[in-house]
């Protein structure tokens, strides 16, 4: 299999995550609180990371260039997601991902 395959392989299977982890989002922000499940969805990815940078690197880097700036970026992706959540109690699970999967695309538009 050629790797520009295997590349196209392993974003669909990405995308698929990124679908499925929004639908159950959907039906769990009918029963808990929006910020209840940020902060599980925040702690379970952040054991994820760790335990797969354990495995893969041997060690775990605590250490940033720039503390302040991934702060920054934490908070924005926090926001980010917090706004996703209280979106899909207002909107439809397609019309809330085709939003975000335009996302990227709107940016260019934007910086052009």
Known sequence: ???TLQGVLIQLV?????VAMDALL???VAT???PQLMFIRFVAHTLFVLVALRLISGHVPWRSRAP?????RSALLAIANGALAVALI???LA???AVIF????LTVAAAA
């Open 1 to 3: 299999m050629s790797r």
């Open 14 to 18: 990405a995308l698929s995550f990124f």
């Open 26 to 28: 959907k039906l769990l």
């Open 32 to 34: 808990y609180a929006v």
């Open 68 to 72: 302040w700036l991934q702060t920054i």
């Open 90 to 92: 207002h909107v439809p």
């Open 95 to 97: 019309d809330a991902t």
């Open 102 to 105: 335009a996302a990227p695309a």
